[in-house]
Antibody, heavy 121, light 110 residues
Framework: EVQLLESGGGLVQPGGSLRLSCAAS????????MNWVRQAPGKGLEWVSG????????YYADSVKGRFTISRDNSKNSLYLQMDGLRAEDTALYYC??????????????WGQGTLLTVSS | QSALTQPASVSGSPGQSITISCTGT?????????VSWYQQHPGKAPKLMIY???NRPSGVSNRFSGSKSGDTASLTISGLQADDEADYYC??????????FGGGTKLTVL
């Protein structure tokens, strides 16, 4: 059974930093691209970032480019999102999502339950 | 990258069919056959219902079908059931190597 367990969310002041983690199990992690998708309270889904299976290629939404860094450790079956320069508009539930294939084409077939980030003073 | 355009809400009676549209541009929906549809019940994580325009993942009912014409994709749900009531999101891969979602459509089963 595919399982994705996000952690690391919390309350951060504007301008602060935080790292989200996603522990994966139940599939060959190193064979699948991965994504972070967020959902602000009461709002729709917003794709944040993607990474290829090997980790050699990374992709970002314009809204987070230059502030967020996606990475993965295939030896630990883990996905990460380093978030710097946080803004109030980054407040959201952050989902870790498994892509269907090795390369990132934005087709997430399994999602975690999310971890909540709140950016506020 | 602008969000894809979906109707805010649609409704239908049990047993009926409904269609949700998703309009993009030649830089996303019109460029690739990488259109997906997700179902999200309140307080739950999204669930993939359709990928690559018209393919259903294992376990998804064949009452759900997808199609595309030009820059517009569509999700059709036939034989509406009470449990189909949820929010539905389309998404597409883009020529900028990003993914873009639609704003979401709330389906109400009357």
């Amino acid at each position: 059974e595919v399982q994705l367990l996000e952690s690391g969310g919390g309350l951060v002041q504007p301008g602060g930093s935080l790292r989200l983690s996603c522990a994966a199990s139940g599939f060959t992690f190193s064979s699948h691209a991965m994504n972070w998708v967020r959902q602000a309270p009461g709002k729709g889904l917003e794709w944040v970032s993607g990474i290829s299976a090997s980790g050699s290629s990374t992709y970002y939404a314009d809204s987070v480019k230059g502030r967020f860094t996606i990475s993965r450790d295939n030896s630990k079956n883990s996905l990460y999102l380093q978030m710097d320069g946080l803004r109030a508009e980054d407040t959201a539930l952050y989902y870790c999502a498994k892509d269907r294939t090795t390369y990132f084409y934005g087709r997430a077939d399994y999602w975690g339950q999310g971890t909540l980030l709140t950016v506020s003073s | 990258q602008s969000a894809l355009t979906q109707p805010a809400s649609v409704s239908g009676s049990p047993g009926q069919s409904i269609t949700i549209s998703c309009t993009g541009t030649s830089s996303d929906i019109g460029a690739y056959n990488f259109v997906s549809w997700y179902q999200q019940h309140p307080g739950k994580a999204p669930k993939l219902m359709i990928y690559d325009v018209s393919n259903r993942p294992s376990g998804v009912s064949n009452r759900f079908s997808g199609s595309k014409s030009g820059d517009t994709a569509s999700l059709t749900i036939s034989g509406l059931q009470a449990d189909d009531e949820a929010d539905y999101y389309c998404s597409s891969y883009t020529t900028s190597s990003t993914e873009v979602f639609g704003g979401g459509t709330k389906l109400t089963v009357l």
